[in-house]
């Protein structure tokens, strides 16, 4: 059976019917021109535009108290150690298991559009691999709505938690996707050492490694050196990627001109932070200079953090707000940033609608893309690998037909939507 797409307009070019088949699209054809056989299934897309599927590249789902009682935050202090402080807090909050909470806030991703998750699972003392066994259950259990990927995540730390190394490696051996580190430097107070592990860990078990950076100034620049050459000497280059990088939201210029070399030359992705504290690096000089990105939703509703909703769409236009990108074109480098240039920084097929890629696809009303960029409105239909698995904002239940799909009875609607 196939899945005959009519009328819609891919990246906003002219209306165009997409076949799906086997979960991958098969034929891209002129208005008109397929011919529906008996068992084929029509969907007529009215000329809505046609996006690649959403990438997360950061996502704290575990952490999202989405779904929960409002929780009031209070802490002022814009430290790590209130970070850590809120983190523990909210760990002992009486709530959902995180496992519920995580389910909540992927499915919400998901609705908003998000196909490829890359998921960050806390690994500590206070709560051990709870996180990671939870999020490893949900990247099955939800593995027809997205593809997820874990991070084993040391937020509060690896030498400042005594055992959170041991901990990290008995993730690997549960079945973790990657191994990450937080602020090797500013954190743990022993850049070598903290790379040491992380390193090990990922060589050993043959995983991706991701490092959180707070490092800001000349500590951040030598921070990034020092992975990028345990990047090379490895030859991980592709496998490793960094989130936040505050050392890339106020560089100098001969700064920038370091830093943007070498996480190309490494091959080290960066998870592109947008934050309200800082600027947006800048992101068209790291695409130029041939630097892997993607966006992340970030902690989100956590106790440290009321902002976020999953929603990538909506960060490309907030990332795109703070760097004041006006033109069509720029807009367009937020919309592929959140799709298939945040696939190429997973190192998966970054290919677009194109014939033979996997249908994962997104479809929302709209004349063009910097259009939807600037107003993210809601989805209305997502697809992951042709089929469909959210239609106007809200997960389909999975077990109807795709002709007859309603909301599940408890809607997860956008908020504010
Ligand atoms: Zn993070």
Known sequence: ??????????????????????????????????????????????????????????????????????????????????????????WALPQASIKERARRFLEMSVAAGSTTIRAYADVAPEIGLDGVHAMLELKQELAHLADIRVVAFPQLGILRKPGTEELLEEALVAGADAVGGLDPAGVDHDALKVLDIVFGLAEKYQVAADFHAHEDGELGVWLVDRIAERTRVLGMGGKVSMCDVFALAQPSPDQFAHLSSTFADAGI??????????????????????????????????????????????????????????TDDDLELAAQLATSLGRRALGLDARGVEVGASADLVVLTGEAVAEVVVQPVPRSLVFKRGVVVARDGALVADDVPASRQEPVSRPRRLSGR
């Open 1 to 90: 059976m196939r899945t005959i797409l009519q009328n819609g307009r891919i990246d906003g070019s002219d209306a165009t019917d997409i076949v799906i088949s086997d979960g991958a699209i098969e034929q891209i054809a002129p208005p008109g021109t397929v011919t529906a056989e008996p068992g084929d299934e029509t969907i007529e897309l009215g000329g809505q535009l046609v996006l690649p599927g959403f990438v997360d590249g950061h996502s704290h789902a575990d952490k999202s108290l989405w779904g929960e009682p409002w929780v009031r935050r209070g802490s002022v202090a814009i430290t790590m150690d209130q970070m850590f402080d809120d983190t523990l807090q909210q």
């Open 269 to 326: 992705a960066f998870s592109i932070g947008v934050h309200g504290l800082l600027p947006v690096p800048d992101v068209k000089g790291l695409h130029e200079a041939g630097v892997a990105m993607c966006l992340g939703s970030d902690s989100s509703r956590s106790l440290w953090s009321p902002w976020g909703d999953g929603d990538i769409l909506s960060r490309a236009m907030m990332m795109s707000y703070k760097s004041y990108w006006r």
